[in-house]
């Protein structure tokens, strides 16, 4: 028997094992509920170990090849990992000390700069969705209006009560197409999760087999 197969067994075991202690209401299900997750933990720390290696030797590939003022970019983020992982080992990672001073004045600006970039994607997203070309594009369109002026204080006295509709619009329609679209998400999981298990998916030399 190769590794690929050995790999194949163990996940459709483990796998298994998963999906069996949900529906067994003992105490030896729940002990293999806590020791799959603990082993879960494990395999995250070290999948986490990969991701850095793998991200610090692309930005490794990225120094070397970049020329003039674009190689800052990699010496930046070295210098911001090495950062974050002294003062994460030195010293304690509570609210006020130097991890979380760095956390909230260098890395939470960051993001917030990344998202405020990506509204003005989202924005010119919006205005080709909003195009009036069919009637679901009109209703995206009407609905869009509604829930803008709904939330600005200049809609309400616009017009009168809106934000009223621009709720009902949040509880209702909103939650039934949330819950489908969650619905269709957790039925796809499963399928690629049981394809996962007995060895349909997987790594690319499982498939040349």
Sequence with gaps: MNRDNRLRIMVLILGLLAILQFFIPHNTGRWINRFLLDWLVILEFF???????????????????????????????FVGLAIMIVTGLVGPIAEGSL?????????????????????????????RSFRLKSAPATILLLSAVIMLMGRMPLGERVIPNISLFANWIVRVPNVGSTRGLWIGIGLAGIATAMRVIIGIEGPASWRRR
Excluded: E, H
């Excluded at 991200?55 to 090849?65: A, N, P, T």
């Design 99 to 127: 991890f979380d001073t760095c956390f909230r004045w260098f890395l939470q600006p960051l993001q917030s700069t990344l998202f405020s970039l990506l509204a003005f994607y989202m924005a010119y997203a919006a205005f």
């Design 47 to 77: 999948a986490l170990i990969a991701g850095i290696v793998a991200l610090v030797r692309g930005q490794l590939i990225s120094l070397r090849k970049t020329q003039g003022n674009a190689r800052i970019y990699p010496g930046l983020f």
